[in-house]
């Protein structure tokens, strides 16, 4: 077996840089107290902080001050691709725990202001993975015998920002918001492959270091309408601005077939690193999409104790680039059971921005349902909750041309306390 056509997992350490992370999905994590157990369908109504987020607009109809804060309890996500060796499926872990926003709300005479610190995405990945004997015949000598992984991977994105909202006409808001966005990457991947006959055969190993940046602007803005007393519309539209995007990338590794130099039939040798050893560094840019998007939704209001409401996120292409256009949906109730005991329910959508061949994840479109229940007070509230995404598609772990099959699950756990001041 060659060498390329057995590294699978070797492909991954070099394709690692984009997972279910951004940029190919945008709604890993639920932001808000109400708004998550909505499954995000916030836009027309976005009257706590979590609006400074959705729609900065809804915060001209808050009625009180007060400070927001939610937490991430546990944050778990699961991917396996199917039969990347014959035989052997492949698992890729990310655990973790995280706050996920921090919102503030003041009223400025007829103004609305607020400033919010959020992490939209954190994926943490650090696992160890070993296969031994997964070649249907293992004594032929160079057949893949033994292949060792060891994979640390942090990617994370920020948002922090200034929102001010007015009501200018009666029952009709604007607002913006105006965030700078930064996101890092940190991935450690090191692999190796040993051959038949083992011990003594040939054997591959590479270690991959990855360190990237990227700086942006994300201004948004939006409007809030309430034509009659149970209905009101909600619309917000943002488009990123890069500022900045660095990435590097350190590789040692043995030689392949084609890289030792002199030789282009010569396999990787046993031992001899004076002769075998490279070391590659590249630089370039950490890819995040630049999708213009807008939103718009709807809420109804039946009565004092329901409520219901939805969202349509629409994402726009850049000119003169791959990526394409795609929406996502929510829809979401809450219920008070008692007045203060509301219970909210949702369901949404985490669609991918990228082609099938473009990323490990690119084809690969998921659905999640969200539960969350408050208590609260005259001046207080807390919330807990959870939300969980499923989906099943293909994925780009071994190559362009080879797709496998991936089933990915996320459950969330969330807490949210609330004070007004």
Known sequence: MKIYQSLALLVLSMNAQNTIADPDHYKNVLIGERAAGLGGAFVAISDDPSGIYYNPAGLAFSFEDYVSISANAFNVSNA????VFPGFDYKVKSASFVPSFFGFSQSFGAYKGGIAIIVPNYDLYDQQDE????????????????????????DITYLGGVALAREFFKNFSIGSTVFLQYRTLKSIDNQTVA?????????FHQNVYISGTNLALVPKIGAQYMPVKKWSLGFAAQLPIHLSSKVDVKIDKTTQEDEAEGNSARNPQNGVFSNDWIEKKL??????????????GAAFFPNQRWVISSDIDLYFPALNT???????FALGAEYYITDTLPLRIGMYSNRSAAATTESEFGGLNLLGGSLGVSFLTKSSSFTMGT???YGKGKGNIVGKDDLKTVVYTQLNLFVTGSYQL
Do not use: I
Not at 80 to 83: E, I, P, V
Not at 131 to 154: E, H, I, P
Not at 283 to 296: A, D, K, M, P, Y
């Open 322 to 328: 791959a990526e394409k256009f795609f929406f996502n």
């Open 80 to 83: 396996t691709f199917k039969d």
């Open 131 to 154: 296969l031994k004997n997964y070649n249907a015949d293992t004594t032929g000598t160079g057949n893949t015998n033994y292949n060792f992984r060891r994979f640390f991977r942090q």
């Open 195 to 203: 051959y038949n006959p083992v011990p003594d055969g040939n054997y």
């Open 387 to 389: 939300a969980y995404l």
């Open 283 to 296: 630089s370039g840019t950490l890819e995040t999409v630049r999708h213009f998007s807008v939103t718009t």
